[in-house]
């Protein structure tokens, strides 16, 4: 059995198993547990990366390794957060928590690994449903509706992306023969250019309103912020941004296969029109919506559909520069973005719980006053997410516009637009959260070792962005060569 | 000339029917009926092509159907519009005139976008796949029309069957697509369940108006 699928098969075989332990703390151990040996296999990877239904890709690895990586250290995180939180709900909603939290890592790395387009399907449809339980776990009339909110569109959209499924497999039929080779997306992707492309173009547009729900981009974002706001933190929060990078790759793997096609004289439409329409449409909304929230999660989850979109529009201008941009752009706002919400979680439990209501601006303010080591960290998470250097994400922001400024000049105006307005409401936030005057009766506490593993994502971003490993350089150029 | 194309359409041609009486249809209970007369169609059309492929997943895909949504689906709706007495008429967003119209409409939509672009396709394969995304349009058009929580759930409940008429359409598809919509619609109903019943429990009414108590609480 190749390291791919056991990273694969032990967290979904673990979740039945965790679900049984009654005690929140030694689940939340137990998931520790777990998740540091599925954090190690998903190194393994590399070296045996499996064949046929579940084969890992160079990409997938790279995903893989870094989904392993924020499965740890929010693992880490909960158990403060378990330890903090314990005594509001019963033990078996922290049962179907922790077995949730499982499975979402579980169909996250399935997603990533599967070179089958039915395969990936059934991890994109396995982790909805788990992060679907896991909103409606706070059992608040605003949780189940997030939840209810969620399911629907969350439902929709895997009917459409299965529809888009079964169209792809139709339009590779053809050239492929009927059977499993139809639905390889390494076969698919080698005889792009032999598809017929007129179908794969309605498959197209089925697979991107599919996987682009799950994405969280524009038309189909509402879920998200409520998801975000409603659901148990770290379950909600920090371990399902990996699933959106599970969506955007889906994306991107077909537009390639879309663009093959195009280049090659097939009948398909050219996919970046779409792709930029999709992704200026969230860049915009979310500058314009930024400025009006009120609570942090639903702050960052909006923050994190501009993100989203941003991949989006970088792939939709392609070349292997621009995809290359995009992949980065996802590691790095993964990093960061887990990064600060694991800090927002912590701040919310010194300030008494994190029931909903403490996740407001106006509750979190001041969080130097709490624990200066925190509110640095959540400043310094905050300032990252903005752009602006050192962040790493400024080095793929200014590849992205550059980019554009190249290949599509007219669009790179509503681009900086875009970019500015969410960039001028992140920042007008980092005073206030950081340096305020905090609310009344707040005392000092220490904030505990879990500060060290938000400053070791950032110091993971800066690394990624000004010191890439060479190899991982020429990783990530390959990839984005291979897909543009 | 065989009986393989005509029986299929006529199968796939009720399937469209019941999603499309489900527009019109103001009372629970006849949408539960008309949901099933749909799945024990689909059921009919998957052993047919099972019989036509020579196919033997295909026949276990309708045996799948047959148990799962033509039997305990429609079983267990009843139930909860019995225990919450919903077998009033309910609430529509929209006219039901105008939401007809929308149908006929997105079925000319569905026929006029797949015909032109499957010239090259299997003859069965093209009117299957019109049909079928005509139902899986009308099923998502009965979800955005409905303001009723389990009425939304049938109107998802029927785009599944459109997508199964599609996947058993399909020439040769191996069965993990199968598998895994059988898998979704049990597992998606489960959730459902839950919901349906813990939605009662705070709020009081199937209704879900109250949803958008969320929009004007400050986010």
């Known amino acids: ?484 | 000339m065989t009986l393989t194309y005509p029986l299929a359409h006529a199968l796939g041609a009720v399937m469209l029917l019941c999603a499309f009486a489900m527009l019109s249809q103001r009372r629970l209970a006849a949408l539960i009926s008309l949901y099933q007369i749909e799945a024990i169609t689909l059921t009919a059309a998957a052993f047919w092509q099972g019989f036509a492929q020579h196919e033997i997943n295909l026949y276990l895909t309708g045996l799948i159907t047959l148990i799962i949504k033509a039997v305990l689906a429609p079983i267990a709706l009843r139930r909860i519009v019995h225990h919450f007495n919903l077998i009033r008429a309910v609430e529509t967003a929209m006219p039901v005139g105008l939401s007809m119209i929308l149908g006929v409409a997105l079925i000319g939509i569905a026929v006029l976008v797949v015909l032109p672009i499957t010239v090259n396709a299997v003859t069965l394969t093209r009117e299957d796949l019109a049909i079928s995304l005509s139902i899986v349009l009308l099923g998502l058009l009965v979800m955005t029309t409905r303001r009723n929580a389990l009425s939304q759930v049938i109107g998802f409940l029927s785009t599944e069957n459109g997508l199964v008429l599609a996947a058993i359409g399909m020439p040769g598809m191996p069965f993990v697509a199968e598998l895994s919509v059988a898998l979704l619609v049990l597992v998606a109903f489960l959730v459902v369940g839950v919901f349906v019943f813990r939605i009662r429990e705070h709020f009081d009414t199937l209704d879900l108006k109250g949803i958008e108590a969320i929009e004007r609480r400050g986010r």
């Open chain 1, 1 to 484: 059995m190749s390291a791919a699928t056991l990273a694969i098969a032990i967290p979904l075989l673990a979740a039945p198993v965790i679900a049984l332990i009654g005690a929140p703390l030694t689940g939340a151990r137990a998931n520790l547990c777990v998740t540091v040996l599925v954090f190690l296999i998903t190194l393994a990877v590399f070296a045996s990366p499996g064949a046929g239904l579940i084969h890992a890709d160079s990409l997938g690895v790279i995903f893989g390794i870094l989904t392993g990586f924020i499965a740890l250290t929010t693992a880490v995180q909960n158990i403060a957060f378990v330890r903090a939180e314990q005594s509001h709900g019963s033990a078996r909603r922290w049962r179907v928590y922790h077995a949730m939290c499982q499975i979402m890592l579980g169909t996250t790395l399935m997603g990533l690994y599967a070179d089958n387009i039915g395969l990936l399907w059934v991890a994109v449809e396995g982790a909805t449903i788990a992060a679907t339980l896991g909103v409606s776990l706070p059992r608040t009339a605003t949780a189940l509706e997030a939840a209810w909110k969620y399911f629907v569109l969350g439902g929709v959209g895997i009917a459409l992306a299965l529809f888009g499924t079964m169209l792809t497999y139709l339009a590779a039929q053809p050239a492929l023969g009927p059977g499993l080779t139809a639905m390889s997306l390494s076969a698919l992707a080698a005889n792009a250019g032999h598809l017929d492309g007129a179908l794969m173009t309605l498959a197209f547009v089925f697979l991107l309103f599919g996987y682009g729900t799950k994405a969280a981009l524009v038309p189909l974002h509402g879920w998200l912020p409520d998801a975000y706001a409603e659901g148990p933190a770290p379950l909600t929060t920090t371990l399902s941004g990996p699933m959106l990078n599970v969506a955007l790759i889906a994306i991107l793997r077909f537009r390639h296969l879309m663009q093959a096609n195009f280049a090659a004289g097939g009948a398909a439409l050219q996919p970046g029109p779409f792709l930029l329409t999709l992704g200026l449409a969230s860049l915009l909304l979310t500058g314009l919506s930024l400025a009006r929230r009120r609570d942090a999660r639903r702050f960052f989850g909006f923050s994190s559909i501009e993100h989203s979109g941003l991949a989006v529009f970088a792939f939709g201008i392609g070349g292997a520069t621009a995809i290359f941009a995009g992949l980065l752009h996802m590691i790095l706002h993964t990093l960061i973005k887990s990064a600060l919400f694991q800090a927002l979680i912590r701040g919310a439990a010194l300030r008494g719980g994190g029931a909903p209501g403490n996740y407001g601006f106006s509750h979190l303010r001041g969080m130097l006053a709490t624990n200066k080591y925190l509110g640095w960290a959540l400043g310094a998470c905050v300032f990252a997410l903005v752009g602006l250097p050192p962040s790493g994400l400024f080095v793929t922001e200014f590849l992205i516009v550059s980019q554009t400024i190249q290949r599509a000049p007219l669009l790179s105006l509503p681009l900086g637009l875009g970019l500015l307005l969410c960039a001028v409401a992140i920042i007008r936030n980092i005073g206030p959260l950081v340096f305020d005057p905090p609310p009344a009766g707040t005392v000092a506490i220490p904030a505990g070792r879990g500060v060290g593993l938000v400053v070791l994502h950032l110091a993971a971003v800066l690394l990624l962005a000004f010191a890439m490993p060479p190899a991982l350089v020429l990783a990530l150029s390959g990839i984005a060569a291979g897909l543009q």
